[in-house]
Nanobody, 114 residues
Framework: QVQLVESGGGLVQPGGSLRLSCAASRSIFGVYLMGWYRQAPGNRREWVARITTGHITYYADSVKGRFTISRDNAKNTMYLQMNSLKPEDTAVYYC????????WGQGTQVTVSS
């Protein structure tokens, strides 16, 4: 079973930036389509961005133009660069395969607030 560990979250002001990282316990990024997801309080978990093994990227409309997903297969790491952050981006962010496995990591909290 693969373990995924998210990091890089924090508190940022509106308009700010954060870079999230997702580290895997074994080499999976060259095998699976991977994604970032988020869950805000009281909401269902939603898909944010995904990237194919060929580095083709797709984004939810709510983050298109502001977020960038990338992967480094050699480092077993995936990233989410988040720019122009908005209060509505506040959520716990998770990485997982797309579509996701049933098991999730602990996520990383992103809070956008002044």
């Amino acid at each position: 079973q693969v373990q995924l560990v998210e990091s890089g979250g924090g508190l940022v002001q509106p308009g700010g930036s954060l870079r999230l990282s997702c580290a895997a316990s074994r080499s999976i990024f060259g095998v699976y389509l991977m994604g970032w997801y988020r869950q805000a309080p009281g909401n269902r978990r939603e898909w944010v961005a995904r990237i194919t093994t060929g580095h083709i990227t797709y984004y939810a409309d709510s983050v298109k133009g502001r977020f960038t997903i990338s992967r480094d297969n050699a480092k077993n790491t995936m990233y989410l660069q988040m720019n122009s952050l908005k209060p509505e981006d506040t959520a716990v962010y998770y990485c997982n395969k797309f579509p996701p496995w049933n098991d999730w990591g602990q996520g990383t909290q992103v809070t956008v607030s002044s």
